[in-house]
């Protein structure tokens, strides 16, 4: 679709012009607006096919724009793109009817591969929008943290699924989040007033597990005193959340696929049947798909619960992620003790950049939660980690020999430049000759700044710093 007209809404210029250079490319007709009031004139004087928006802009946000447009009549389809991902934003846009949800830093094939999708979209389908349901407003969100490309994307995938009845499953290494996932589209979704019921395959024997899934009935077997509910019958209108799957015994994994295709189960010892209306998410952290193919996990039942299948990364492929996520364990367990622990210093982040995290989320909460314990100041230092953290060499020297890295270097300078100018943005940005908002993201990105109006970098930070001597390797 050349020729195609887009709109694209951005305060950063730099993320304009690099969005027009290759979509212009691309054969389209480029547009460009600084925020969303602007862009709403220029609708009026010509409608675009695509709008590419940013989502925090000073005048009308890309949310406020789009409510705008499709309370205008415009229902073109709308790509909000941001720097800050969080799953509250993919929810609200994608209830809102925002066609796709980017995070930047993109990459130009992430770029090309959205538009053609969205513009082939309306070609294709001018399907009329699921009215929205007023009941599910609130968005709660507030404890999954993380903006790289790879969350955000996990992001939009429970903010869809989270509108649907679609049986999930969620696979991910241990500590990666797969229960707080489950509990978040719950939580998004149509049956968030009615339980969420945790099952466990592996944690309890089969006859026990039994009991528990389907309840019992009084004398089905020795100590079954009273008739029990089940935790099926307890999760009835609500989400059954079905965690280690893979770990089910063949007899149950069999009882299981009854249950999520007829939505019938008994309870033990009895011969009536019962009926139960339940969302299921499963969780799996070994890949079922490969267990299917060992013999160990039955296919017919893989197939009914891969109806959606988020894949969660394992922490070391989304690194970025590691500050923002200190960041919060640190106001999470920080503010107990009698000299709060507020932050944490360049050189302990890099030490956690440097690990392979095996046990994912869970382990970097755990080693925060460690040194915020042990820290004797209001900051953590390298050593305040735990040793395996600490002990990891560091690859970027290894390769450079010693050398300082371009990144290295690029945050000491802007951490001088922002030290001698007593942190002033505007003043330190013009100094280093980019954009305010880029120096926002790239502090951002370092785990300084965690909202647009908190700038700060820790005095304990700046005044730990040394100029970087760059020639002295050898
Ligand atoms: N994106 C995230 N933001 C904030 N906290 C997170 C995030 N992901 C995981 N956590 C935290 O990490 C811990 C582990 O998460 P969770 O229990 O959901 O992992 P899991 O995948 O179910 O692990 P396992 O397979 O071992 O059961 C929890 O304390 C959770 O709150
Ligand atoms: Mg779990």
Same mark, same amino acid.
């Given at each position: 679709?050349?020729?195609?007209?887009?709109?694209?809404?951005?305060?950063?210029?730099?993320?304009?012009? +690099?969005?027009?250079?290759?979509?212009?490319?691309?054969?389209? $007709?480029?547009?460009?607006?600084?925020?969303?009031?602007?862009?709403?004139?220029?609708?009026? /004087?010509?409608?675009?096919? *695509?709008?590419?928006?940013?989502?925090?802009?000073?005048?009308?946000?890309?949310?406020?724009?789009?409510?705008?447009?499709?309370?205008?009549?415009?229902?073109?389809?709308?790509?909000?793109?941001? @720097?800050?991902?969080?799953? #509250?934003?993919?929810?609200?846009?994608?209830?809102?009817?925002?066609?796709?949800?980017?995070?930047?830093?993109?990459?130009?094939?992430?770029?090309?591969?959205?538009?053609?999708?969205?513009?082939?979209? $309306?070609?294709?389908?001018?399907?009329?929008?699921?009215?929205?349901? %007023?009941?599910?407003?609130?968005?709660?969100?507030?404890?999954?943290?993380?903006?790289?490309?790879?969350? !955000?994307?996990?992001?939009?995938?429970?903010?869809?699924?989270?509108?649907?009845?679609?049986?999930?499953?969620?696979?991910?290494?241990?500590?990666?989040?797969?229960?707080?996932?489950?509990?978040?589209?719950?939580?998004?979704?149509?049956?968030?007033?009615?339980?969420?019921?945790?099952?466990?395959?592996?944690?309890?024997?089969?006859?026990?597990?039994?009991?528990?899934?389907?309840?019992?009935?009084?004398?089905?077997?020795?100590?079954?005193?009273?008739?029990?509910?089940?935790?099926?019958?307890? @999760?009835?209108?609500?989400?059954?959340?079905?965690?280690?799957?893979?770990?089910?015994?063949?007899?149950?994994?069999?009882?299981?696929?009854? =249950?999520?295709?007829?939505?019938?189960?008994?309870?033990?010892?009895?011969?009536?049947?019962?009926?139960?209306? !339940?969302?299921?998410?499963?969780?799996?952290?070994?890949?079922?798909?490969?267990?299917?193919?060992?013999?160990?996990?039955?296919?017919?039942?893989? &197939?009914?619960?891969?109806?959606?299948?988020? +894949?969660?990364?394992?922490?070391?492929?989304?690194?970025?992620?590691?500050?923002?996520?200190?960041?919060?364990?640190?106001?999470?367990?920080?503010?107990?003790?009698?000299? %709060?622990?507020?932050?944490?210093?360049?050189?302990?982040?890099?030490? *956690?950049?440097? &690990?392979?995290?095996?046990?994912? !989320?869970?382990?970097?909460?755990?080693?925060?939660?460690?040194?915020?314990?042990?820290?004797?100041?209001?900051?953590? &230092? %390298?050593?305040?980690?735990?040793? @395996?953290?600490?002990?990891? %060499?560091?690859?970027?020297?290894?390769?450079?020999?010693?050398? =300082?890295?371009?990144?290295?270097?690029?945050?000491?300078?802007?951490?001088?430049?922002?030290?001698?100018? +007593?942190?002033?943005?505007? /003043?330190?940005?013009?100094?280093?000759?980019?954009?305010? #908002?880029?120096?926002?993201?790239?502090?951002?990105?370092?785990?300084?700044?965690?909202?647009?109006? $908190?700038?700060?970098?820790?005095?304990?930070?700046?005044?730990?710093? !040394?100029?970087?001597?760059?020639?002295?390797?050898?």
């Amino acid at each position: 679709m050349r020729n195609s007209n887009i709109l694209i809404v951005d305060h950063d210029t730099d993320t304009q012009a +690099q969005l027009r250079g290759v979509l212009s490319q691309e054969g389209y $007709t480029i547009d460009t607006a600084p925020d969303g009031r602007a862009a709403l004139g220029l609708v009026t /004087r010509q409608i675009p096919d *695509l709008v590419m928006s940013d989502l925090n802009m000073p005048e009308l946000d890309g949310l406020s724009l789009l409510g705008e447009l499709r309370s205008l009549g415009h229902d073109m389809p709308i790509i909000l793109m941001t @720097a800050c991902g969080s799953l #509250k934003t993919a929810v609200d846009g994608i209830r809102a009817g925002a066609f796709d949800y980017i995070s930047k830093p993109f990459s130009l094939d992430d770029v090309r591969l959205v538009v053609r999708r969205a513009l082939q979209h $309306t070609q294709l389908s001018r399907e009329p929008r699921q009215p929205e349901n %007023p009941l599910h407003h609130s968005i709660r969100a507030e404890n999954l943290v993380g903006s790289s490309p790879a969350v !955000v994307s996990v992001y939009k995938s429970i903010a869809r699924v989270a509108q649907t009845e679609s049986t999930v499953l969620l696979e991910g290494e241990s500590g990666t989040g797969k229960e707080l996932i489950a509990r978040a589209i719950h939580a998004n979704s149509a049956r968030s007033t009615a339980p969420f019921v945790t099952i466990d395959g592996g944690a309890l024997t089969e006859t026990l597990l039994e009991s528990e899934l389907f309840g019992h009935e009084r004398g089905a077997f020795t100590g079954a005193v009273g008739a029990k509910k089940g935790l099926l019958e307890k @999760a009835h209108l609500g989400t059954c959340f079905l965690d280690e799957v893979a770990d089910l015994s063949p007899a149950l994994q069999g009882k299981l696929l009854r =249950v999520i295709q007829e939505r019938e189960f008994r309870r033990v010892g009895s011969t009536a049947t019962m009926t139960v209306d !339940v969302r299921i998410i499963a969780a799996s952290k070994k890949n079922l798909s490969s267990l299917v193919q060992a013999g160990r996990f039955r296919e017919d039942l893989y &197939y009914r619960l891969n109806v959606v299948t988020i +894949q969660i990364p394992p922490l070391r492929e989304r690194m970025e992620d590691i500050p923002v996520l200190t960041q919060y364990f640190i106001n999470k367990y920080g503010g107990v003790k009698s000299t %709060p622990v507020t932050t944490i210093s360049p050189e302990a982040i890099d030490a *956690l950049t440097r &690990y392979a995290w095996p046990g994912n !989320v869970r382990e970097l909460e755990h080693a925060v939660e460690q040194a915020v314990a042990l820290a004797p100041h209001s900051l953590i &230092y %390298p050593e305040d980690l735990p040793h @395996a953290v600490q002990t990891r %060499p560091k690859p970027s020297s290894a390769q450079s020999r010693g050398w =300082v890295t371009l990144a290295e270097l690029e945050r000491a300078h802007i951490l001088q430049v922002l030290k001698h100018h +007593q942190q002033d943005l505007g /003043r330190s940005a013009e100094i280093l000759g980019i954009h305010r #908002k880029t120096l926002l993201r790239k502090l951002r990105q370092f785990g300084f700044a965690d909202g647009p109006r $908190t700038m700060y970098v820790h005095p304990d930070i700046l005044s730990t710093l !040394v100029p970087m001597d760059t020639t002295s390797m050898t």
